[in-house]
């Protein structure tokens, strides 16, 4: 299920010091200059059991003031499209300004759920003057502090509140099928990569629009082989603009993971691994997304002997600490190993729904536990009795033990990488609960 909350509003309101307070992490900058998050930031975050995308749409640095307008009008609309839930944000201390009055303009034509967030009443006083924001006629209104966090809970507590009506109208589709979403930069070959597998011998049973807006469920069902391609291309008919551009796709690419089994990240053999790239795969990892990593536009790179082997070995130094995913150096133009990169998704995801015995689980770990046993902390020694799989989505593995919280991130780390010596999780990410027995 993709739920989106866009925070929206004017520059240097507080909408970075919000978002990194839901996130629990400082990854937006913050700063008291207006327009400092010129990239837009998203990360994934949960209240009362829910988990959904966050997105700080950012502020923007211009000379004219109508340029100005134009293009936070431009986001806003951006924000209303693609997300479930707008928060706009408004600032207690400066009042009601006209821009804040042009963004609820543009809101007031959205048919989606708005919650005005007036931020910074700190005090008896704020709250006082705070009350004007009423006149802008929202029904919703939390007054909150992004820096101390007051109100936030109510806001939050509204939005889990329509996620919960969203979800009753939701169906699940072909269920048991995996779901494939094809992601990645803009011009890196998305569109063709679907082109190339669905192609010319057209046995495909639907073209479904999915869920999500504008991204297409393909049923692919060929050669004894049936899958769902979510397509997150065609987006450059959307905007003209590349700012505006990159904030579609990564949206796109946030809603197609959601709905995905398995992320197919397509990167540009000549331009190699974005940043942005980056940030997607850490997020598909930790949606628990089985991941395949395809190189695409191979046929243009000059080959020498260890090319493509010392090209995966910086691949994964890029991607690590995860990084035990199938790396495939592909051309779509030429149709070189596109099959082969559906027989790796298909693989990763066996490898995802792959369920381990106790017993054989127990043989394996205890032996790996008793070859090399976890450091004594505190003068006491751990001590791990017994290891069972987890009924979750992600492959996730409880190991009982005395003193779970003192077992630290190298001693993890080994167990994890026995688990996928022993086990076939590639392309896998895999969970690691620590309990006392």
């Known amino acids: 299920m993709s739920f989106t909350v866009a925070i929206t509003g004017r520059p240097n309101v507080g909408k970075s010091t919000f978002f990194n307070r839901m996130l629990e992490q400082r990854k937006a900058i913050v700063d008291d200059v207006s327009g400092v998050t010129r990239d837009r930031q998203y990360g994934v975050t949960e209240w009362c059991g829910k988990t959904f995308n966050l997105i700080d749409t950012g502020g923007f640095v211009h000379q004219s003031d109508d340029v100005f307008e134009i293009e936070i009008a431009k986001q806003v609309n951006i924000a209303i499209e693609e997300a479930n839930v707008i928060v706009l944000m408004v600032d207690a201390s400066t009042g009601i300004t006209n821009l804040d009055e042009s963004m609820v303009q543009l809101l007031r034509r959205a048919h989606k759920p708005v919650?005005?967030?007036?931020?910074?009443?700190?005090?008896?006083?704020?709250?006082?003057?705070?009350?004007?924001?009423?006149?802008?006629?929202?029904?919703?209104?939390?007054?909150?502090?992004?820096?101390?966090?007051?109100?936030?809970?109510?806001?939050?507590?509204?939005?889990?509140?329509?996620?919960?009506?969203?979800?009753?109208?939701?169906?699940?589709?072909?269920?048991g099928i995996p779901k494939f979403a094809i992601i990645g930069q803009p011009n890196v070959g998305k569109s063709s990569l679907l082109n190339a597998l669905i192609g010319k011998e057209r046995t495909i049973v639907s073209?479904?629009?999915?869920?999500?807006?504008?991204?297409?469920?393909?049923?692919?069902?060929?050669?004894?082989?049936?899958?769902?391609?979510?397509?997150?291309?065609?987006?450059?008919?959307?905007?003209k603009v590349h700012e505006d551009l990159?904030?579609?796709?990564?949206?796109?690419?946030?809603?197609?993971?959601?709905?995905?089994?398995?992320?197919?990240?397509?990167?540009?053999?000549?331009?190699?691994?974005?940043?942005?790239?980056?940030?997607?795969?850490?997020?598909?990892?930790?949606?628990?997304?089985?991941?395949?990593?395809?190189?695409?536009?191979?046929?243009?790179?000059e080959k020498e002997t260890n090319t493509a082997r010392d090209y995966e070995k910086e691949l994964k130094q890029r991607l690590a600490p995860f990084n035990d995913v199938p790396i495939i150096f592909i051309s779509v133009i030429d149709k070189q190993r596109i099959f082969?990169?559906?027989?790796?998704?298909?693989?990763?995801?066996?490898?995802?729904?792959?369920?381990?015995?106790?017993?054989?689980?127990?043989?394996?770990?205890?032996?790996?536990?008793?070859?090399?046993?976890?450091?004594?902390?505190?003068?006491?020694?751990?001590?791990?009795?017994?290891?069972?799989?987890?009924?979750?989505?992600?492959?996730?593995?409880?190991?009982?033990?005395?003193?779970?919280?003192?077992?630290?991130?190298?001693?993890?780390?080994?167990?994890?990488?026995?688990?996928?010596?022993?086990?076939?999780?590639?392309?896998?990410?895999?969970?690691?609960?620590?309990?006392?027995?």
């Open 340 to 437: 082969k990169s559906i027989e790796a998704a298909l693989e990763v995801w066996e490898n995802k729904q792959r369920k381990v015995a106790t017993s054989k689980l127990n043989d394996v770990m205890l032996k790996a536990i008793e070859q090399f046993h976890p450091p004594v902390v505190r003068g006491n020694a751990i001590k791990i009795k017994y290891v069972t799989q987890l009924p979750t989505h992600t492959p996730s593995f409880a190991f009982f033990c005395n003193y779970p919280d003192d077992l630290k991130a190298p001693y993890r780390n080994y167990l994890e990488n026995k688990l996928r010596e022993s086990f076939n999780f590639n392309g896998v990410p895999i969970r690691l609960f620590f309990r006392k027995k």
């Open 246 to 301: 990159e904030f579609y796709s990564v949206i796109r690419a946030i809603k197609a993971m959601d709905e995905a089994d398995v992320c197919m990240l397509l990167i540009d053999a000549g331009k190699g691994i974005s940043a942005q790239d980056l940030s997607i795969y850490a997020l598909a990892v930790s949606k628990g997304k089985g991941i395949v990593v395809l190189v695409n536009k191979w046929d243009l790179i």
């Open 115 to 175: 919650f005005l967030a007036v931020n910074k009443v700190d005090n008896h006083n704020r709250m006082m003057e705070a009350s004007e924001f009423y006149s802008l006629g929202f029904e919703n209104i939390f007054f909150i502090s992004s820096i101390s966090g007051s109100g936030t809970g109510e806001l939050l507590d509204a939005i889990t509140e329509v996620m919960k009506e969203d979800e009753t109208q939701v169906e699940v589709m072909n269920e």
């Open 207 to 239: 073209d479904v629009a999915g869920t999500t807006r504008d991204s297409i469920h393909t049923h692919y069902n060929l050669y004894n082989k049936e899958f769902i391609l979510i397509d997150t291309a065609g987006l450059r008919r959307k905007a």
